[in-house]
T-cell receptor, first 112, second 112 residues
């Protein structure tokens, strides 16, 4: 069974730009969560989507948004990028909301 | 506020030297505690879920236990390939969905 895939794996952007990251969950998994990982803050929850609806949201500004499609694939968008948005963005999927989550390899975003 | 604290921050062991990693938590209404392993440049790999005090789970050289205030990850006769960062995370309640609060991790190095 294929694991969680994320594209792109690496991304370099400049301040003020926007970016869209993509995540394909494990086949059959309906819940997709996004996390930000930085050396200073560790892994922090961004939001969760289940059946195309945002189920939970972490403490991040409105510049961070996401969506989920009918095939459970998910995208997250960050608008007006700031230097502090440089991080590893991880997507995780689970069969249903609240069950064990399986992570993808992440997208390394660098903001210059 | 939910808090997860892992100790030690870093641990160096000789091959075959058993030890334990600690994860203490303060959260009201714990639903589940998760252990993950993360290798450099990769997403976290799921290891265990523990749901109630007294529960234990094992996988190869790893054994996870849970009390009402902390969890331990015991590593028996570790090998160099066990070197990784071990992350602990808590899930607060069913209403939290897949939202996990992570600790900062313990970086384990096993020398041959």
């Amino acid at each position: 069974k294929a694991g969680v895939t994320q594209t792109p794996r690496y991304l370099i952007k400049t301040r003020g730009q926007q970016v869209t990251l993509s995540c394909s969950p494990i086949s059959g998994h309906r819940s997709v969560s996004w996390y930000q990982q930085t050396p200073g803050q560790g892994l922090q929850f961004l939001f969760e989507y289940f059946s195309e609806t945002q189920r939970n949201k972490g403490n991040f500004p409105g510049r961070f948004s996401g969506r989920q499609f009918s095939n459970s694939r998910s995208e997250m968008n960050v608008s007006t990028l700031e230097l502090g948005d440089s991080a590893l963005y991880l997507c995780a999927s689970s069969l249903i909301s609240g069950r064990e989550q399986f992570f993808g390899p992440g997208t390394r975003l660098t903001v210059l | 506020e939910d808090q997860v604290t892992q100790s030690p921050e870093a641990l160096r062991l000789q091959e075959g030297e058993s030890s334990s990693l600690n994860c203490s938590y303060t959260v009201s209404g714990l639903r589940g505690l998760f252990w993950y392993r993360q290798d450099p440049g990769k997403g976290p790999e799921f290891l265990f879920t523990l749901y109630s005090a007294g529960e234990e789970k094992e996988k190869e050289r790893l054994k996870a236990t849970l009390t009402k205030k902390e969890s331990f990850l015991h590593i028996t006769a570790p090998k160099p390939e066990d070197s990784a960062t071990y992350l602990c995370a808590v899930q607060k309640s069913l209403a939290s969905g897949s939202r996990l609060t992570f600790g900062e991790g313990t970086q384990l190095t096993v020398n041959p």
